[in-house]
Structure formats: C-alpha cells, structure tokens
C-alpha cells in the first residue's frame, strides 16, 4: 500500500524504455509460435464453458475472427505497437489500489462495497510524465526453454532385435483395434548368389514349395489366414496376417518346410513343365510389358529376364532342386516386421522361431545380395533395342530425377500428375498411337524417375520415341503456362497422396516394411515429403522439369522393341552388344 506510487513510478519508467528500445520482433515471433501450438493442441473445453467463453469473445471480437482472437499472432507490427505504446500516458490512467485498511468515503449502490475516488493532477501526476531512466531496464531475451522443433514424431515400430543374422521391428497396432497381427519375413541371401542359374532355381523352388504348401494353406485360408509370398534374388519374402495367434503358427510352419519339403518325383516333372512352359511362352508377352523387364534388366546391377532362365531350368533335377533350397538358405540374414495384437515377447520368440529353423548363418552387411543400379551420367543416352514377337511394337523411357531428397519427391508427384493427362490426350486421343499409352513419377528404392510407355500395332518404335520426345519438348511451356488454380490443384492430388492412410494392419506393416528396409529406417519419409510440398514453390519444378528432359542434361535410359511388321525407318543400335557383359563394366550406385 505504501509503495503503490513506486510501483506506478516503475512502471511508466518501463513503458519509456519501450518507447526508447527497438521492436522487439524476436520476442513477437516467440510469443506467436507457442501461441499457434496452443491453438492447434491445447484442449479447447468443451460444454458450457467453451460456448460461454466464444459468446464473451463473440461480444468483444468482429464475428469473423472472434473465435480465434485471444489465441492467434498475426504478422509483426511495429506501428500497431507504437500506437499502442503512445496511449499508454498517465492522463489515461486509471488506478485501483485494494488493501486492507485503505480511507474510504463512498459505497456501492448494489453489494455496499466501500470506496472511495480521487482525482490527482499534482506531483505525483507530474512524476509520472517525467518518469525516472532506469538502466537495468532491458527487452525480454530469447526464452531458453522455447522448443527447438515441434514436429510430430513420425509413427514407428520399436527394434527388438538387432543383430549381424536377424532383425526385428516391432509395433503394436493401435489405430485399427482388430486382434489381428500381420508377420512380414524377408530372407536376403548372400551376394554370390547374384546369377541367372539362382533366379532361374529360384523360380523352379518357388513354383514347387507353393504346391507342397497347398493342402495346409487351404486348411489356414479356413483359419482366416492370409498368406502371400514374392521369390526374387533380393529375398525370399512372405507375409503372414491372421486373427490371435494363427499368423505364427502358419508362419512357423512355413520356415519349417524352406529348406525341406516333400514332393514327389512324378509331380516336381509336372511342376518343371509347368514352369518351362511359362519361361519359353514369356515373348509372347504384351510388348510394353516385355519393355519394363528390359528397362529392370537395364537398370539394376543383378536382374535377369525369363527367357535367360529357361535352359536351367530344362536342365534342373529335384535333387538339384533340393540342393538348392540348403545353398539359398545357408548364409544371409533374416529381416522381420510384427505388427498388430502381438505381444512383444510373442513377436520376439516367433521370429526367433523362424530364424532357427532357417539356420543360416550371418553375414557381413557388404556381403547381402541388395539391389543396385547402374550409374547414368547425364546427357550420354542409354538404349536398349531389338526384335520381338507379336504384333505390337514398344517404346519406353526413363528420364531420371536427380535424387531422392523429400523435395525432389514431392516436385516428382506434382509433375507426374501434371503430365499425364496432356501425355495421354495428345499421344492416344489425338495422334491414335496405341491402345498403351501412359506417363507418370516412379521409382525403384532411391531411384527417382519420369517414365513413358507406348505401345503400338500400327507404328515403329522409333517413330513413337520421335513423336514422344517432340511432345515432351513442349511440357515446359505447358508447365510455364499453368493457373495459379490449376498449379494448386496439381500440389492438392500430391498432398491427398501423401495423406492416404493405409487401409488394414497389413497395409500398415508392410509400409513398415519399407520404411525399415528399403529406406533405412526413415521412418518420418512421408513427413518430410508432405512437408517439403508445402513449401514447394512453383519456379523450382519448372526448373527441375526442364533439367530433367533437356537432352543435354538428361539421364535417359530408352526401351525400344519392335516386330517384323513395324521396324525402325533407320537402323536402332543398342548400347550393348551383350548386356549382361556390359553391366559388369559399368559402375553401380544404391
């Protein structure tokens, strides 16, 4: 009570050195980014109390901001804060002084609280013009408690096992709430194992454990089991969903019979049969689709098309057959993903489970057969050519992006759903060049790419890339051309991409999947990617489209495959002679 006039005092020597300071925008900034995390996360309330609070907001805020007003910062204003700052004067002031034992001389009409109210225009008004400068005064500093970054943690499964042989990620399902687990395996084999004679076992392997696995996977699909499996030189990878605990019991059963399962003699002949008949009709294949195997056999360091396995496997045995499963299964590493209504100790021992009855043994890292794929340098084209059956000729091409940043990806989606429409319009539509006509953003791991496909009976594949590049040249301008409401529609299709949800626990695991083995553990990839095109500005992709598709700083591998009735006007040379030589002197990234 005695000190109220120092008080006053202090505070209008305050309000001076406001005046006198610099605008304290960094303290603005503070303030409005902890205010618009409020806003987004903090509990609103609920019932009475918040309609009560949005009517009190309601009487003091224009209807259009009132919700929002005593909780959202707009954008610094030093004027607004010098106005401010210019009504705060002493003959504005009033001042109420409660204390115990203050003079009073009036009382309130209603409740007969006692007050009283002067008016003083003396010396201590005139002190508070003049106010005393006090040195220690100072701006607010940087908060050191303020959070560095607040984005959300992207979900991820815990490491329950990491070693040289096996590994497991794990994570309870907490979004679908079915008791339903999903168990993903992935046995990589060892690196020598590379060759055209393992993919072309690998299939004959894969065709014959599939029919020995038939009498109990009919008994598992009763169970509610749902099983799928993919044999490649990259692994041997199946997946497991089912209800309780019946996705690790077909999952054990499953590892049990990898390296041993029987089959007799007169049904792996038919088996064989069966798969060669599939291996010596692989020419008659859609042309376009015979042009994507040739564009994987391009460009990875180890791929191998059907029609170089047929002879191994005209030549293979089942004792060979045998054989092979203990060869696959002997070295390598066993890669694992559990999620759903699991324990981890459930998970834990299942995956032990099935690493034991594997029983490989571990290898080093640099030893595992991973995919990699040839280096490209720009500018210097890469063609793969030649002769097909069929009546259909083929055109496809790969323009490579320059990396897998979160900004590159983003930029990818939006001109893959940019050119589609006008790729597909000009070259099917208009032109009738094929019934196959496609374009879009894809990838293979970190490999980033634009990709075109024709498909035609009534012309050369030469004549479809000519017509293909001269569309192309003309993306750019169409690009440059964009609305700003055709440019926001392209950037809301990539950001519904990226939000799509996964549909079911197995969705869910197998993007754990990815995340965890493919993409080394880069659990925040969808983040950073949504993040990064929300910041994506318009000039950028113009300029990584042009780069792109430049023929001068292209990085281009070309398809090109026709039949007898349609051949190139001028010769088309290949870029090899024998491309399985020629891989082997080229250098290869990841």
């Not at 959202?72 to 204003?77: F, L, N, Q, Y």
């Not at 759903?340 to 834990?348: D, I």
């Not at 994506?536 to 090109?560: F, G, M, Q, Y």
């Amino acid at each position: 009570q005695e000190q109220h006039a120092k008080v006053l005092g202090l505070i209008f020597s305050y309000l001076d050195h406001l005046r006198r300071a610099p605008f304290p925008e960094a303290f603005h900034r503070e303030r409005a980014r902890i205010a618009a995390l409020n806003e987004t996360y903090r509990d609103r309330g609920e019932g009475a109390d918040l309609a009560t609070k949005l009517a009190n907001q309601a009487l003091f805020y224009p209807l259009d901001v009132a919700e929002r007003a005593t909780d959202a910062w707009g954008e610094p204003d030093e004027a607004a804060y010098r106005r401010l700052l210019g009504v705060l004067t002493p003959d504005n002031l009033l001042v109420s002084l409660m204390a115990k034992g203050v003079p009073t001389d009036r009382k309130e009409r209603i409740y007969g609280t006692a007050y009283s109210y002067s008016e003083d225009a003396g010396t201590a008004y005139r002190a508070l013009l003049a106010p005393e400068r006090i040195a220690a005064f100072a701006l607010p500093g940087s908060n050191r408690f303020l959070p560095e970054k607040t984005r959300l943690l992207a979900e991820r499964p815990l490491s329950l096992i990491d070693e040289p042989g096996v590994t497991l990620y794990y994570a309870p399902d907490t979004e679908f709430q079915r008791p339903q687990s999903t168990l993903i395996f992935r046995f990589v084999p060892a690196r020598e194992l590379g060759t055209a004679d393992t993919a072309a076992m690998l299939r004959l392997y894969d065709a014959c454990l599939r029919d020995s696995l038939d009498a109990a996977l009919g008994e598992a699909t009763l169970a509610g089991v749902e099983f799928t499996a993919d044999a490649s030189l990259e692994g041997y990878k199946f997946t497991v969903t089912g209800f309780g605990d019946s996705a690790v019991r077909f999952a054990t059963f499953l590892s049990s019979r990898l390296r041993t399962f029987e089959l007799s003699a007169t049904r792996f002949e038919a088996l064989k049969e069966v798969t060669l008949r599939g291996l010596r009709s692989y020419p008659q294949t859609e042309a376009y689709l015979l042009a994507r195997d040739r564009r994987d056999a391009l460009a990875r360091e180890l791929h191998f098309l059907p029609d170089e396995q047929a002879e191994r496997v005209a030549a293979a045995t089942r004792e060979q057959m045998k054989a092979f499963a203990g060869t696959f299964f002997a070295r390598g590493k066993l890669e694992a993903v559990v999620h759903g209504h699991l324990s981890p100790e459930a998970a834990v021992e299942a995956t032990r489970t099935v690493a034991s009855q594997i029983a490989a043994k571990s290898l080093p890292a640099e030893s595992l057969l991973r995919r990699r794929h040839l280096h490209l340098p720009p500018g210097q084209p890469l063609v793969d050519a030649g002769e097909i059956a069929g009546a259909n000729s083929a055109y496809l091409s790969d323009y490579l992006l320059p990396d897998d940043s979160p900004q590159t990806r983003a930029a990818g989606i939006v001109i893959g759903n940019f050119m589609s429409e006008p790729y597909y319009t000009e070259l099917r539509t208009r032109q009738q060049l094929g019934y196959i006509v496609g374009s879009g953003a894809g990838g293979s791991l970190r490999q980033r790419y634009l990709s075109f496909t024709l498909q035609s009976s009534g012309y050369a594949p030469d004549e479809l890339q000519r017509r293909s590049e001269a569309f192309l040249a003309t993306l750019p301008a169409q690009f440059a051309a964009l609305t700003t409401e055709q440019w926001e529609t392209l950037v809301a299709g990539a950001r519904s991409a990226y939000e799509e949800k996964p549909k079911s626990i197995a969705d869910k695991a197998e993007q754990f999947f990815a995340s965890a083995y493919s993409f080394g553990a880069e659990w925040d990839r969808r983040q950073t990617g949504l993040a990064a095109l929300n910041e994506l500005k318009r000039e950028d992709v113009a300029k990584l489209l042009a780069s792109t598709l430049a023929p001068e700083t292209a990085r281009r591998r070309t398809i090109l495959l026709w039949t007898k009735t349609h051949t190139p006007a001028t010769p088309v040379s290949a870029s090899f002679a024998d491309r399985g030589e020629w891989k082997r002197t080229q250098k290869t990234v990841d």
